[in-house]
């Protein structure tokens, strides 16, 4: 059992895969991981090359050119750098390479914030990475290990990013269990790249000049990696499991067995509304939580035969969507339920934008609108705020 905050938790979880490359041009609120593996660097703890660049941009080039090379790679970043990032993490998801990306959530410019809300990696959902959420520093942990296994498998081959909640789950201490380097080395495996530049026997081309005639097909192969993740996942997941005792999949159900209200929610949250969950269910109230871990794959079947039973449905985003009804993750459940015979009403509520909080009162009220929406059939707002001055 260590004491680690989330950043600290990732940047263990990072020695202990003793990558081959990190490329580092730290941004806040994720600089606590690059420093913390700088010092294992430093101290010779681990044999990994830590390549200093001038910007996110070069970070994720000089991911892509050490991944393209044969190697175990990382980085850590959020927000603007991964802005900054945006043309080359199409670069990595297009050349299958198994790049693992811790990103601490943070919001978008402007005006300035630097904390947490899912601007940044909700803007990068469709650029070809797989995407798990983190509830907390354990599961940061636990999902580092996770995705390396992930990305790097045969069938998935496809970069990962590690998302957490910035200045929330980054910065929480927690006590969490932290397994021995021998046992994570074992079941990471030791890395046998596909297709490395380096290998001189087999020469192969990266980023070739790609016609109309063929991008299409090349896409479409593109995406059958991470197709191929949703059931890597969950297999990961229950080896995992057999390991740790601690068991992921792509979604997490608690409490909707027999629920009529449900919240679907991602990341830190997902903690404040068991807690609501726990108060409810004493008095009567028939509430449960769908927690998304994998939003990239979206794992869209599991989401629907969880839902499909319940009266009403919350969908909580914590980013903004320009002109869209209602955020990312709400379109992602409304698709997921569209085609079933009979489905719940779904809402959708905005949160936690740039950091604001959002208070258990915040999740009983979302509940209550839940409850009349259940007894009257009827949707009065389809889209609502949390703790905003209106």
């Given at each position: 059992m260590r004491t680690l905050t989330g950043n600290e938790a990732i940047a263990e979880a990072m020695r202990q895969v003793n990558p081959d490359v990190i490329a580092a041009y730290p941004i806040t609120p994720s600089t606590p991981v690059v420093e913390k593996f700088a010092k294992f660097v430093a101290d010779g703890v681990v044999d990994t090359e830590l390549v200093t660049t001038e910007s996110e941009h070069s970070a994720m080039s000089a991911c892509v050119g050490a991944a393209a090379a044969g190697g175990r790679v990382m980085t850590a970043t959020g927000a603007v750098g991964l802005a900054f990032m945006f043309e080359v993490i199409y670069v990595a998801s297009s050349f299958r390479l198994p790049i693992v990306v811790a990103i601490a959530n943070r919001a978008l410019n402007a005006p300035l914030n630097i904390h947490g809300d899912h601007s940044d990696t909700m803007a990068a959902r469709d650029s070809g990475w797989i995407q798990l959420y983190s509830e907390n520093p354990q599961e940061c942990y636990d999902n580092i290990i996770q995705a390396v296994k992930i990305a790097e498998h045969p069938k998935v081959r496809t970069p990962v990013m590690v998302c957490f909640d910035g200045f929330q789950t980054s910065h929480m201490i927690e006590n969490l269990y932290v397994e021995p380097d021998e046992v994570v080395k074992r079941f990471i495996g030791e890395y046998k790249p596909i297709y490395p530049l380096l290998d001189y026997e087999h020469p192969v081309t990266y980023g070739a000049w790609d016609r109309p005639d063929y991008l299409m097909e090349h896409k479409r192969s593109q995406v059958e990696g991470l197709y191929a993740a949703l059931e890597v996942i969950n297999d990961v997941g229950k080896e995992y499991e057999k390991l740790t005792g601690r068991r992921y999949g792509l979604i997490e159900a608690y409490k909707l067995e027999d629920a009529e209200l449900g919240i679907v929610v991602m990341s830190a949250t997902a903690s404040t509304v068991k807690d609501v969950v726990n108060k409810l269910r004493e008095q009567g109230v028939k509430a449960g939580l769908l927690r998304i871990r994998?939003?990239?794959?979206?794992?869209?079947?599991?989401?629907?035969?969880?839902?499909?039973?319940?009266?009403?449905?919350?969908?909580?985003?914590?980013?903004?969507?320009?002109?869209?009804?209602?955020?990312?993750?709400?379109?992602?459940?409304?698709?997921?339920?569209?085609?079933?015979?009979?489905?719940?009403?779904?809402?959708?509520?905005?949160?936690?934008?740039?950091?604001?909080?959002?208070?258990?009162?915040?999740?009983?009220?979302?509940?209550?609108?839940?409850?009349?929406?259940?007894?009257?059939?009827?949707?009065?707002?389809?889209?609502?705020y949390l703790n905003l001055r209106e």
């Open positions: 994998a939003f990239r794959p979206f794992p869209a079947s599991e989401v629907a035969k969880n839902l499909a039973s319940l009266k009403s449905v919350a969908v909580l985003d914590r980013s903004w969507t320009g002109g869209a009804i209602g955020g990312p993750l709400f379109h992602e459940v409304c698709s997921a339920l569209y085609n079933l015979d009979t489905h719940p009403k779904v809402v959708n509520y905005i949160y936690g934008i740039g950091g604001r909080d959002v208070y258990p009162e915040h999740i009983e009220g979302v509940y209550q609108d839940l409850s009349k929406i259940a007894k009257t059939g009827r949707i009065e707002r389809l889209l609502g």
